[in-house]
């Protein structure tokens, strides 16, 4: 686990009858050094206001709201694509995971997603990042830019089209192998 930022909030002083606001907006500093974790071409405008409240008897839920404007590389001309990004967060804080409870070595992913480990800090910058991760374009194109077609085959063989990959066109061409007369057979049988 890393250090907890200057945003962090130490959970034994939370009020576990009233939430605590939060409001995270980097300066240009920070922003660039996120930018750089990310791989980011540009960030700006990162906010992240919510705020954390008890949930039961030991659990806390963190809700939040994510805004920022991030500029990628187009996965196809490197060209900048800029794309905003405004999201809801929640986070789901406990002191012990459902995967914890067992005795098997085996690490499974929890039905949900929101649950988060919990230590002696929340920290709101950190989920931030993360979400912030989480929410940009996988593959993001500039504008007016087509999908690629990548088509890697042996040299003199013909590479394997959309048509190729469909599993009953196989079986249509080899049952018309078998039975030239077969389709002929339906097409006489619907008039």
């Given at each position: 686990?890393?250090?907890?930022?200057?945003?962090?909030?130490?959970?034994?002083?939370?009020?576990?009858?009233?939430?605590?606001?939060?409001?995270?907006?980097?300066?240009?500093e920070?922003?660039?050094?996120?930018?750089?974790?990310?791989?980011?071409?540009?960030?700006?405008?990162?906010?992240?206001?919510?705020?954390?409240?008890?949930?039961?008897?030991?659990?806390?839920?963190?809700?939040?709201?994510?805004?920022?404007?991030?500029?990628?590389?187009?996965?196809?001309?490197?060209e900048?694509?800029?794309?905003?990004?405004?999201?809801?967060?929640?986070r789901?804080?406990?002191?012990?995971?459902?995967?914890?409870e067992?005795?098997?070595?085996?690490?499974?992913?929890p039905?949900?997603?929101?649950?988060?480990?919990?230590?002696?800090?929340?920290?709101?910058?950190?989920?931030?990042?993360?979400?912030?991760?989480?929410?940009?374009?996988?593959?993001?194109?500039?504008?007016?830019?087509?999908?690629?077609?990548?088509?890697?085959?042996?040299?003199?063989?013909?590479?394997?089209?959309?048509?190729?990959?469909k599993?009953?066109?196989?079986?249509?061409?080899?049952?018309?192998?078998?039975?030239?007369?077969?389709?002929?057979?339906?097409?006489?049988?619907?008039?």
């Amino acid at each position: 686990m890393t250090d907890p930022t200057a945003d962090a909030l130490r959970v034994s002083t939370l009020s576990k009858t009233t939430a605590t606001p939060f409001e995270v907006r980097p300066d240009a500093e920070l922003l660039g050094q996120i930018a750089g974790r990310l791989e980011l071409i540009g960030l700006r405008k990162l906010s992240f206001r919510g705020d954390v409240r008890a949930d039961g008897k030991a659990d806390w839920l963190l809700k939040g709201q994510l805004g920022a404007t991030v500029v990628q590389p187009c996965s196809v001309t490197l060209e900048p694509v800029t794309t905003r990004i405004d999201q809801p967060v929640l986070r789901r804080f406990t002191p012990t995971l459902p995967d914890e409870e067992g005795d098997s070595d085996e690490i499974e992913m929890p039905e949900d997603e929101t649950l988060e480990k919990l230590g002696t800090h929340i920290d709101p910058s950190s989920v931030m990042e993360e979400e912030l991760a989480l929410a940009l374009p996988l593959y993001p194109r500039a504008e007016g830019v087509a999908p690629v077609e990548i088509a890697v085959t042996e040299p003199g063989r013909a590479p394997m089209t959309d048509e190729d990959a469909k599993p009953f066109a196989g079986l249509a061409g080899l049952m018309s192998e078998l039975d030239p007369n077969a389709a002929k057979d339906d097409d006489d049988g619907k008039a």
